[in-house]
């Protein structure tokens, strides 16, 4: 079964400084690996995907996640963190059984910037 | 903001009572997915589907079923309301589509959510 691991249930980050929210997964064949964003009292909104290709995927408001498929790792990165960055992220995993396909969720992390 | 509806936005019901909770979308994607949303789970698919009348149960499905009749339809039935089911839905819809490295690369779109609470 295909799983998704979000290890911390909350970072906090200062204003400027470079922020990390990390992701491992577990999943049969080639993974396919989703960052969301969820403001309060919103749905998810997409940040970015990897499907192939370069390891370094850069996605939208300036996030960029790391693949590395030895440590099966996806780490969701930015270099300079702002407070409008404040949210529930959510890292994700597509895999293929039957006729259909499941994403499946890790279970969040609270990411709170701090001036 | 892709054409996802969910009605109704909130409601609440008593313990024992059917609840159906109906997800709407004019992008004609073939997959759409209903999860629940709790705190310390994130997010749980519930059931899915991959086309019309063509379903499959997630990792939560008990005491919940799900109909397609129509590609834009996807409805998520309670059968008897408990309050264990009080929670956030959430429809999402995904389309897969031949690229660089096959299929599965499209990400879903999610919908507003459904509050649901069961008194």
């Known amino acids: 079964a295909q799983s998704v691991a979000q290890p911390e249930d909350q970072v906090n980050v200062a204003e400027g400084n470079p922020l990390t929210v990390k992701c491992t997964y577990s999943?049969?064949?080639?993974?396919?690996l989703f960052w969301y964003v969820q403001y309060p009292n919103r749905g998810l909104q997409f940040l970015l995907k990897?499907?192939?290709?370069?390891?370094l995927v850069k996605g939208s408001y300036g996030f960029e996640a790391e693949f590395n498929k030895s440590q099966t790792s996806f780490h969701l990165k930015k270099p300079s963190a702002l407070v409008s960055d404040s949210a529930l992220y959510f890292c994700?995993?597509?895999?293929?059984?039957?006729?259909?396909?499941?994403?499946?969720f890790g279970t969040g992390t609270q990411l709170k910037v701090e001036l | 903001d892709a054409g996802i509806t969910q009605s109704p936005r909130h409601k609440v019901t008593e313990t024992g009572t059917p609840v159906t909770l109906r997800c709407h979308q004019t992008?004609?994607?073939?997959?759409m997915y209903w999860y629940r949303q709790d705190p310390g789970h994130g997010l749980r698919l519930i059931h899915y589907?991959?086309?019309?009348?063509?379903?499959d149960k997630g990792e939560v499905s008990d005491g919940y079923s799900v109909s397609r009749s129509k590609t834009e339809d996807f409805l998520l039935t309670l059968e008897s309301a408990t309050s264990s089911q009080t929670s956030v839905y959430f429809c999402?819809?995904?389309?897969?589509?031949?690229?660089?490295?096959?299929?599965?690369?499209?990400?879903?779109?999610f919908g507003q959510g459904t509050r649901l609470t069961v008194v």
């Open positions: 999402a819809i995904s389309e897969l589509r031949m690229g660089t490295g096959g299929f599965g690369g499209t990400e879903a779109f």
């Open positions: 992008e004609n994607h073939r997959y």
């Open positions: 999943v049969s064949g080639n993974p396919y």
């Open positions: 994700a995993v597509r895999g293929f059984t039957g006729g259909g396909n499941k994403l499946t």
């Open positions: 589907s991959y086309g019309v009348k063509d379903t």
């Open positions: 990897y499907i192939t290709g370069d390891n």
